[in-house]
């Protein structure tokens, strides 16, 4: 008897809605377009320049190289026609040998109805689909990163189940300490599935490229993005966005976003606050549903944390006994000289005690005359600063000279 229904294929045509039209180019893997983490979908989709979180998992795995320590992201969305969509992604610094990450991308609905030809319902089934992503960056250079990811595909639905694997690569140049950043991404590089069923079939997932530039205003803490993205048989898609950063104190930042995903508009916003060196961050995005109508609310958790303090046991001196020496003979004080005015060498270099207000753009400014040169100051301070947004007062940070 047949058992697929009308409702059923209503159901299997929103959910596969990108794998059967133009938007997807026939393939499958609709799931995988739809985008991870609220911040960067409140900026139209425009991050494969920037790439500066845990999210570059996603998007651009060469930007895992910016990160030090541990850092970690969640999202939820709650999408219509009880569709659930959620992305977890961990990364964790190894100094001179690059940045491993480890991510999950899930979409899902559940209790979909099924009925025969005659109208009898005989019961529900589920749609489960997922990715794993295993990624490594490293910085070849002070310019140029580069980034992969090895993906593993299952999908669930109806009792079928389907797995595959595919690739991801990325790379980021950076021109004028940050002034300019151009990126490049591949997704899914040469990735199908095969299901269990009696013919085998098997779904080829398209290849997508994503080509991006970021710039930031020199006036005001202001980054603005600009991507562009092709599929197998798709047109030219762009993605414009902006993030605007403003500091309340030396613990609490609010970013607004906006931006344009292929002529829609969205727009997202966060608060982030510093408990100690723990940094904690909720993200908010309004933005469109590629896999259905209307519009759909996102929210992100991120969170930077450093690696676990080891506390090493003070060792329990003995008393000992108190050797009593004469006491020395004082030497009148030699009287010191200035010195001359031509004499006195000005450099760029040394220590600097971190003050509230202050960050990296602003004291590079002070020091080397241009705070677009704050990329020196962070590299030489990796140990210590886990994200470049984020540092904290009286941090002690060492001041190179100026190349």
């Known amino acids: 008897m047949l058992k697929i229904t009308i409702i059923s294929i209503i159901f299997l045509a929103l959910f596969f809605s990108l794998a059967i039209t133009d938007d997807s180019g026939g393939y499958g893997g609709a799931f995988l377009k ?33 990160l030090q320590n541990y850092h970690a992201e969640f999202m939820h969305a709650k999408m219509s026609i009880d569709r659930s969509y959620n992305f977890i992604a961990f990364c964790k610094g190894l100094g001179n040998y690059g940045t491993a990450g480890f991510g999950w991308i899930n979409y899902s609905v559940s209790d979909i109805p099924s009925y025969d030809e005659y109208r009898n319902y005989l019961g529900t089934f589920s749609d489960s689909e ?23 595909y299952t999908n669930g639905l109806a009792g079928y189940k389907s797995s595959g694997k595919g690739f991801d690569i990325g790379t980021i140049y950076e021109v004028n300490e940050k002034y300019l950043v151009f990126g490049f991404s591949a997704q899914d590089i040469f990735a199908s599935v095969k299901w269990n069923t009696i013919s085998k079939r098997e779904d080829p997932y398209p290849t997508t490229y994503r080509f ?35 500091y309340l104190g030396s613990k609490t930042k609010l970013d607004f976003r906006g931006g344009i995903n292929d002529s829609k508009y969205t727009f997202g916003a966060s608060f982030n606050y510093s408990f100690g060196t723990y940094i904690i961050g909720l993200d908010y995005s309004y933005a469109s549903d590629p896999l259905g109508a209307g519009n759909t609310h996102r929210f992100s958790l991120g969170i930077d944390f450093p690696e676990k303090l080891r506390v090493t ?34 450099y760029p270099g040394g220590e600097h005690f ?32 886990s994200n470049p947004h984020w540092i904290y007062p009286d941090m002690k940070l060492v001041i190179p000279p100026y190349p």
Request: glycine share 8%; aromatic share 12%; net charge neutral.
């Open 212 to 246: 991006g530039v970021k710039t930031e205003t020199p006036f005001k803490p202001i980054c603005v993005l600009f991507d562009l993205e092709k599929q197998n048989k798709v047109g030219l898609k762009y993605h414009l966005g902006a993030e605007y950063s403003y």
């Open 130 to 152: 997922n990715a794993f992503l295993f990624s490594y960056s490293r910085e070849i250079n002070k310019r140029l990163s580069l980034g992969g990811s090895f993906k593993l």
């Open 354 to 385: 971190v003050s509230s207000g202050d960050c990296l753009f602003i004291i590079a400014g002070k020091y080397y005359h241009d705070p677009f040169k704050w990329r020196l100051i962070y590299n030489a301070n990796k140990d210590i600063i």
């Open 34 to 66: 739809v985008g991870v983490s609220a911040r960067i979908l409140g900026m139209g989709g425009a991050f494969v320049g920037l790439s500066d979180d845990v999210s570059s998992i996603y998007w651009n795995p060469a930007g895992l190289s910016q």
């Open 313 to 346: 046991p003070q060792p329990i001196h003995e008393e000992l006994p108190i050797e009593v020496k004469p006491p020395l003979e004082e030497k009148p004080p030699v009287e010191e000289k200035p010195v001359p005015p031509s004499k006195i060498i000005i």
